[in-house]
């Protein structure tokens, strides 16, 4: 059996905690939570890493002599959380410490998640809830400019702009979005295809 952490969920370095933090997708999908943003402990993130679409025995043994932690240690950890219906862990103020349905899924699919343990080997640990210290929902405005009018328009079009950002500045904030492992990067406007260079754009921002 091969498995692989959710794809939908995303690991992401917190200050002293990692995040772990479902994708909103632009599908229904009943397979993972796109609400969730729960804190887990860095090395249940490290365990986690090993997750990769490799076989279950390969993944246990890599675990156990890279971690230096019995097998059926690993194994009790991993176990519950394939293909888990509900959550496994507690609730905190309306928070999921833990982890959400279907953290890890059986998967042909080698390699669909790729993190690195040494992200995650902290100096301290800090479980508390606190802001977090990067975002992870990105909205890039890039325009006010519209032809319609819609009655319940949210931009403010008293001073119609235009996109002044030069090409090479929205990469650069696509690949900070991506260094951060940031889980939704929303372009929006004013109409988007206004913006001449917005095919170069989507396609950087589809890594086409
Ligand atoms: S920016 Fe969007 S909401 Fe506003 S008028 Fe244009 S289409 Fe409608």
């Known amino acids: 059996m091969k498995i692989t952490l959710n794809p939908n969920y995303v690991l992401k370095?917190?200050?002293?905690?990692?995040?772990?933090?479902?994708?909103?997708?632009l599908v229904d999908d009943?397979?993972?939570?796109?609400s969730v943003i729960s804190v887990i402990h860095p090395f249940?993130?490290?365990i986690l890493s090993f997750v990769n679409g490799d076989e279950y025995d390969n993944i246990l043994d890599k675990v156990s002599e890279q971690l230096q932690i019995s097998r059926e240690k690993v194994k009790k950890?991993?176990?519950?959380l394939i293909e888990n219906t509900k959550p496994v862990g507690p609730l905190y103020k309306n928070i999921q410490l833990g982890?959400?349905?279907?953290?890890?899924?059986?998967?042909?699919?080698?390699?669909?998640?790729?993190?690195?343990i040494n992200d995650f080997k902290y100096?301290?640990?800090d479980m508390r809830l606190k802001r977090h210290k990067t975002p992870s929902n990105i909205i890039l405005?890039?325009?006010?400019?519209?032809?319609?009018?819609?009655?319940?328009?949210?931009?403010?079009?008293?001073?119609?702009?235009d996109c002044k950002?030069?090409?090479?500045?929205i990469k650069e904030i696509i690949a900070e979005a991506r260094s951060l492992n940031a889980v939704n990067f929303n372009l929006i406007g004013g109409e988007v295809f206004f913006v001449q260079k917005m095919e170069r754009i989507i396609k950087n921002l589809f890594g086409i």
Not at 13 to 23: E, M, R, S, T
Not at 30 to 34: G, I, R, Y
């Open 141 to 161: 405005m890039i325009n006010n400019k519209c032809a319609t009018n819609c009655i319940y328009c949210y931009a403010d079009k008293r001073h119609p702009t």
């Open 165 to 169: 950002i030069p090409l090479v500045r």
């Open 99 to 116: 982890f959400p349905k279907n953290t890890i899924i059986k998967s042909n699919q080698k390699k669909l998640t790729s993190y690195n």
């Open 30 to 34: 009943d397979t993972s939570d796109d």
């Open 77 to 80: 950890f991993i176990d519950p």
């Open 123 to 125: 100096d301290y640990i």
């Open 13 to 25: 370095n917190d200050d002293g905690c990692v995040l772990l933090i479902g994708k909103r997708l």
């Open 44 to 46: 249940h993130a490290m």
